[in-house]
């Protein structure tokens, strides 16, 4: 049985919110609620499991472990998962309003 992290993934459920972590092959991924995916370091994630696990019971969460004999990233649970959306290089410009005219065009 290979006990690596990368096979396996902490979900968090609760009333209205669910979340994934897992190890894929290029570091740490929160999976959110929303299905928005978020790059983690090793800390960052530790940092968000820890209290949600010593606090769970009191937030109503419910706590899995999934294990897979493969890297969970490439498990077809993982599959569904939406992949981070490459990064833009031109941005779109900001739309700005002018916010000192006023409607009756009045100085």
């Known amino acids: 049985m290979k006990k690596s992290n990368d096979t396996y993934c902490v979900t968090f459920t609760g009333k209205r919110v669910t979340e994934r972590y897992y190890r894929d092959r290029d570091g740490w991924l929160k999976v959110s609620n929303r299905g928005r995916v978020f790059r983690m370091t090793a800390e960052q994630v530790l940092n968000h499991l820890l209290p949600a696990l010593a606090f769970s019971a009191d937030l109503g969460l419910k706590v899995t472990v999934e294990h897979s004999e493969t890297p969970y990233w490439q498990s077809s649970a ?30």
């Open 78 to 107: 993982a599959q569904g998962d939406p992949t981070p959306p490459a990064r833009r290089s031109a941005r779109r410009p900001a739309v700005r309003r002018d916010r000192g005219a006023s409607a009756s065009g009045g100085g």
